[in-house]
C-alpha cells in the first residue's frame, strides 16, 4: 500500500504530451500529484494518452496498482466527450486514492 503512495522519482514520473513530440511541462510523481494534474493538464492530454494506455500502464508498472491500472482501462470501452474523460479519470484516481490513505492512516493507528 506505502508502495503505492509513494513518490517516485523523475525519471519515472508521467510526462503529459498532447502528441507525440508535445509535452506540455506537466508531470506527476506520485499518485496524488497525477491525481492532481488531471484536473489542470490539456484535455487533448488526457484523450492522447487514455486511448495510448499510457496511464494505466504507467499505474500498473510504476505505482504498482493493478487495480487502479484495471479501473483506468474501463475508461477506454465507454468513449466519453473530451470533458468527461477528465471527469471520470479523476474520478477513478481520486477514489482509489482515498482508498488507500484511508486504508494507510488505520494501518498506522
Avoid: C
Avoid at 32 to 54: A, P, Q, T
Wanted: glycine share 6%; net charge positive; proline share 1%.
Amino acid at each position: 500500500m506505502s508502495k503505492i503512495l509513494k513518490t517516485v522519482p523523475r525519471e519515472k514520473a508521467f510526462y503529459f504530451f498532447t502528441s507525440i513530440g508535445n509535452y506540455t511541462g506537466v508531470s506527476a510523481s506520485s499518485m496524488r500529484e497525477f491525481m492532481e494534474k488531471i484536473n489542470e493538464v490539456n484535455v487533448k492530454s488526457l484523450e492522447f494518452h487514455l486511448y495510448r494506455g499510457d496511464f494505466e500502464k504507467w499505474v500498473n508498472e510504476v505505482l504498482q496498482d493493478a487495480e487502479l491500472a484495471g479501473d483506468v482501462r474501463r475508461l477506454h470501452g465507454l468513449n466519453l466527450s473530451s470533458d468527461a474523460i477528465r471527469g471520470q479519470l479523476y474520478s477513478a484516481v481520486s477514489r482509489r486514492f482515498k482508498r488507500l490513505t484511508s486504508m494507510f492512516s488505520q494501518a498506522i493507528v
